[in-house]
Each structure stands twice: as C-alpha cells, then as structure tokens.
C-alpha cells in the first residue's frame, strides 16, 4: 500500500501515516474557480469540500463563474482579477467555455490559449507559488451538433472529448500547469458504468452524478489521495458513489505525473532493493530540490539516494518527502524486512475474503498464533476499533458497522505485522 501527502506552500513540513497511532491529518487548502455554469451548476465548489471535510482535509474556497463565461471574459473581468489578487491562493482552477477548447487547433490557438497564458501570468503574479490547476470539461453527450457542420471532429463525443484533452493538456504544457482530468474521468465511466447519467436533460451541463464525479476528480487532484471512503451527494446511492470515486480516485492517481507533471507539485517516486541485508532506496521524484527520508524505525536522511540498514525484523512505513521553494510532498510505502532483508512472503500467507467485502471478511492466517491482535482504520488513517484473538487460524471479522468505502487491516501476529486493503460494498 502506498499513500500520498501533499503540504502547500507555508506549511512546508510532512506528516506520515502511522499504523500504530490514531491520526487524521487534517489540511486547509485554499482553492479559487474561475469558470462558468459547468462549475457552478450543482455547486461543484461546495461539493468538493463535503467531500474533503468527509475524508479529514478542509477547503476554503472563492469562485466567479458567470453563465457562458470564457477565459477573454475572465481575464478582463474586474470581479475575477479582484479575487486572483486578493490573497496567495493555494490553486486557481480554470475552465473555459465548454466549446470552444473542442475547436479546430487554429481557432483554439487564438481563441483560447492567449488568455489562459493571460490568466495564468495574473495568478503567478499574486503569488508565484500558486498552482494553476486546469479544469478539463467533457464533451457534449452527443456531440457538438451546433459546430459539427464547420468542423466535423466535434461531431460525435468521442471527438469532442479527444479535442477538449488535447487542448487542455496544451494549456497545461504552454503554462507550466496542472490539468483535472475530470473529462478522462467522464468518458471512463460513460464507457463501463452506461446507467450512471452525468448530464441533465439538455445533453450538456453535469447531472448531480456528473459534478459529484467532478468533485472526487478534483479532491485526488488536489490532495493526492483517493475519494473512496468520502462523502456522497445527497441522491446518489452509495453503489453509484462508490463508482464515481473508484473511476476518479484512479483515474488522477494511476496517471499523477501525466496530470501534473508540467506544474510546480513535487511528485516524490521511489523504488528499492536489498543486496546484502542493505536496503537500497532509488529516488525517481520530479519538480523537486530537496528530500527528506523517515525509514520507519526512528531514522532519517536527507540524501536523495540513501542505503539503509534495518536491525531488527518487522514491517516499516517508509516515507519520502521531495520539497521544492512552494510545496512538500511525501509519498508512503511499507517495507517488509526479515533478519535476510526484504520480504514478500508474509503478505501471501495470510488471505483475508472476500474483497470487496460486506458484512464480514475472513482472515486465514494458515496457521494457530497464539496472540493476534487486528485493527481496523479508515481511509484517512484514523483508528476505528482493535480486536484481539488468542490461538486462532481463521477469523471471521464484523463489519456490520462500517459503511461503505475503504479500509486497512493491520494485522499483529507474533511473528511480524501485515496491513491489508479491504473495500466494502453495502
């Protein structure tokens, strides 16, 4: 399992999800929207904070979106300058009116890229440590038909859609910004979730499905994390949510350096390995200048590319912090080490299911222990409840009480310490 922090600028310090305490680590993040009824519609800023209150984070936010508005309009806007300068916001999300970025490449180019640059040099010049975090719409649910005539690729979604990521993603590389991939999000679920309707009636602005979609794209965008496990909107049942923040949540993480690699995000990577007992750690981080290890057993480095011994067996959390002048970002890992270094094993002897999971998972340990103790956390790391057995091999565990979302199993034997992925499906 491997977990993302992410500390904006100000706060430049980490945090790391320990297993054997009970933490939530709260973090207030301040977001501007500048866009139109695509963000307004349904209140897709407020959403977004439910969202991020539900999971242990807290937003502050500010928005101008006008019907119809586009990045001209914002850029000589006196309400929308008024509020970029009114203080160092963490993130400015941008988007355009939802056509224009689907047009032919030459129109896009003059029509829309000037005053993203234009928006985009306002934001830096307020503070240079703010994101600029790009709002990727979707396309129309049958197409562009009112441009279809003068350039046929809007014609179908799938047209539209592919123009709409390629602009996007342009802006971000012409910007040295972000991109919310919440239109990727939106062809993902249209494609294997058919039932879920993400527009209203007039084929184009999102249903109350489509902006909670909208929200969980943003929270992974912006706090790194997933969305499962986190509030849902209030008419959405919680099989339907669940889906929406699964298809977000992997959408955003599973393609993090594709999203964000053009911004100023410190994106830390690792890999390991062990030759001789030692433990060889490779730092693979983008957009950063410093780095700060915690390997999990009360010992630390700042050497991007450290070796590290453990003394004794167990299971470690290991934590990387890649730092530039704005914003900290910590990626976590768990390491398995035995008296001959690395080890995988344990993690394939216990078996816990079904997973997803409803009313009870079962946990084979393969063998009688004489003490095992297991502890239940939530998405957020926070503890809720531990359990302890004596001289068992299979465990049947209640979950009766929890909802649906995501979960962690730390499971403490006599012999090391395992941490399991459970979901839970109600």
């Given at each position: 399992?491997?977990?993302?922090?992410?500390?904006?600028?100000?706060?430049?310090?980490?945090?790391?999800?320990?297993?054997?305490?009970?933490?939530?680590?709260?973090?207030?993040?301040?977001?501007?929207?500048?866009?139109?009824?695509?963000?307004?519609?349904?209140?897709?800023?407020?959403?977004?904070?439910?969202?991020?209150?539900?999971?242990?984070?807290?937003?502050?936010?500010?928005?101008?979106?006008?019907?119809?508005?586009?990045?001209?309009?914002?850029?000589?806007?006196?309400?929308?300058?008024?509020?970029?300068?009114?203080?160092?916001?963490?993130?400015?999300?941008?988007?355009?009116?939802?056509?224009?970025?689907?047009?032919?490449?030459?129109?896009?180019?003059?029509?829309?890229?000037?005053?993203?640059?234009?928006?985009?040099?306002?934001?830096?010049?307020?503070?240079?440590?703010?994101?600029?975090?790009?709002?990727?719409?979707?396309?129309?649910q049958n197409g562009d038909a009112s441009n279809c005539?003068?350039?046929?690729?809007?014609?179908?979604?799938?047209?539209?859609?592919?123009?709409?990521?390629?602009?996007?993603?342009?802006?971000?590389?012409?910007?040295?910004?972000?991109?919310?991939?919440?239109?990727?999000?939106?062809?993902?679920?249209?494609?294997?979730?058919?039932?879920?309707?993400?527009?209203?009636?007039?084929?184009?602005?999102?249903?109350?499905?489509?902006?909670?979609?909208?929200?969980?794209?943003?929270?992974?965008?912006?706090?790194?994390?997933?969305?499962?496990?986190?509030?849902?909107?209030?008419?959405?049942?919680?099989?339907?949510?669940?889906?929406?923040?699964?298809?977000?949540?992997?959408?955003?993480?599973?393609?993090?350096?594709?999203?964000?690699?053009?911004?100023?995000?410190?994106?830390?990577?690792?890999?390991?390995?062990?030759?001789?007992?030692?433990?060889?750690?490779?730092?693979?981080?983008?957009?950063?200048?410093?780095?700060?290890?915690?390997?999990?057993?009360?010992?630390?480095?700042?050497?991007?590319?450290?070796?590290?011994?453990?003394?004794?067996?167990?299971?470690?959390?290991?934590?990387?912090?890649a730092e530039n002048n704005c914003k900290s970002m910590?990626?976590?890992?768990?390491?398995?080490?035995?008296?001959?270094?690395?080890?995988?094993?344990?993690?394939?002897?216990?078996?816990?299911?079904?997973?997803?999971?409803?009313?009870?998972?079962?946990?084979?340990?393969?063998?009688?222990?004489?003490?095992?103790?297991?502890?239940?956390?939530?998405?957020?790391?926070?503890?809720?409840?531990?359990?302890?057995?004596?001289?068992?091999?299979?465990?049947?565990?209640?979950?009766?009480?929890?909802?649906?979302?995501?979960?962690?199993?730390?499971?403490?034997?006599?012999?090391?310490?395992?941490?399991?992925?459970?979901?839970?499906?109600?």
């Amino acid at each position: 399992m491997l977990s993302y922090l992410i500390i904006m600028k100000h706060r430049i310090f980490y945090l790391l999800l320990a297993f054997n305490t009970s933490i939530l680590y709260a973090q207030q993040t301040s977001v501007l929207f500048l866009g139109n009824s695509y963000t307004y519609v349904n209140n897709l800023p407020q959403t977004l904070k439910d969202l991020a209150l539900s999971l242990g984070d807290s937003i502050v936010f500010d928005s101008n979106t006008p019907g119809g508005y586009t990045f001209l309009g914002h850029s000589t806007n006196t309400t929308s300058i008024q509020k970029i300068n009114q203080q160092a916001w963490d993130y400015v999300v941008l988007q355009e009116q939802s056509q224009l970025p689907s047009f032919s490449p030459g129109q896009v180019s003059t029509a829309v890229y000037p005053y993203a640059r234009m928006l985009d040099s306002m934001i830096l010049a307020n503070d240079s440590c703010t994101e600029t975090l790009f709002y990727m719409t979707w396309g129309r649910q049958n197409g562009d038909a009112s441009n279809c005539a003068s350039y046929p690729p809007i014609c179908t979604y799938d047209g539209m859609q592919q123009r709409l990521r390629e602009s996007y993603m342009e802006m971000a590389l012409n910007n040295h910004a972000s991109v919310s991939p919440v239109g990727v999000a939106w062809k993902r679920v249209r494609d294997n979730y058919p039932s879920i309707n993400l527009y209203q009636t007039d084929q184009s602005h999102p249903s109350i499905y489509g902006t909670y979609l909208a929200a969980c794209v943003f929270y992974s965008s912006i706090f790194h994390r997933s969305s499962v496990g986190g509030f849902i909107s209030s008419g959405i049942s919680s099989s339907d949510g669940l889906i929406l923040q699964s298809v977000a949540s992997h959408t955003v993480l599973d393609s993090l350096s594709l999203w964000q690699s053009n911004g100023d995000i410190p994106l830390p990577q690792f890999s390991y390995s062990e030759n001789n007992n030692q433990i060889i750690f490779s730092n693979q981080s983008d957009n950063s200048s410093s780095y700060s290890w915690d390997f999990g057993d009360g010992t630390f480095s700042t050497n991007p590319n450290p070796q590290h011994t453990y003394s004794t067996a167990g299971t470690y959390i290991v934590g990387l912090a890649a730092e530039n002048n704005c914003k900290s970002m910590t990626r976590i890992d768990t390491i398995q080490i035995q008296a001959t270094g690395i080890t995988t094993s344990s993690l394939n002897e216990i078996k816990t299911y079904p997973n997803p999971a409803s009313n009870v998972i079962n946990i084979d340990l393969r063998k009688n222990y004489p003490d095992v103790q297991i502890s239940i956390y939530g998405a957020n790391g926070q503890l809720i409840e531990t359990k302890e057995y004596r001289s068992v091999e299979m465990i049947e565990l209640n979950l009766k009480e929890l909802s649906t979302g995501l979960y962690f199993l730390k499971i403490d034997t006599d012999r090391d310490v395992i941490l399991k992925q459970v979901l839970i499906e109600k």
